[in-house]
């Protein structure tokens, strides 16, 4: 049970959303003076906000406040972890409780199906009868969008027409419903986009109180110059110089390493 990743008492605040995270969240429905109302219900459930409650309070990211990004141990993006987290734990006490991690859920079944579907015969195509399948790539990604818990509105025809508009649709779902699971890194190294993702900067959120409770939101960047992913370097991993060794000459060191 990871119990270091919450910035409360005795938390250590070692993980923290980004805003991006937040872009790759559909609407419901849109209100200009909340960015956060009608957003697809996976990421509140995932993440705390400004005044989101968490261990018997509520959050003040606000400037000034307890959680400002500003504070020691408080998330330099404005967001807090709370996916996989138990709620009310005393952490300075180093309280525990036991924890079921999903090592493999249905969702990612679908997706992964529905990924590979898409590939091979494109949005709403079977394949060969002989196959015997039953079940299409826009199906597979819409029941994981339609799930009890989501009740996103399903991908039409019109949002993606053809391969390439549900290629993205699919590859951004994995990143909604798989989130801070340990699939993203690797999704992008395979997906061959690592170079073009990892190496822009990641954004935060700033927020403004105000006498009338208002909430004015400002999107900061940062890390800029930390972030980097060489390409086609880092989509390998260098192999131990004393494998080579022992190798007495038939292995030779992956490029750029």
Known sequence: MRTDIYGTAGGNTGVCPTHDLFLAHEHKTVDANDPYAGVDPRFTANVAINGSSWNGRTLEIWSGGADDPDNPKTSRTGYYLKKFLNDNLNLVNDEKKNFSWPVFRYAEVLLSYAEAMNE???????????????????????????????????????????????????????RVELAFEGHRYWDLCRWKIAAEVLNRPVFGVKVTRTEDAARPYEYVSFEASRRKFEAPKMYLYPIPQEEIVRSMGTMEQNAGW
């Open 120 to 174: 091979a015969f494109g949005p709403d195509d079977l394949g060969p009868a002989e196959y015997g399948l039953t079940l299409t790539a826009r199906e597979a990604v819409n029941m994981v969008r339609g799930s009890e818990s989501v009740k996103m509105p399903e991908i039409t025809a019109a949002e993606a027409p053809g391969q390439d508009e549900m290629r993205d649709r699919i590859r951004n779902e994995r």
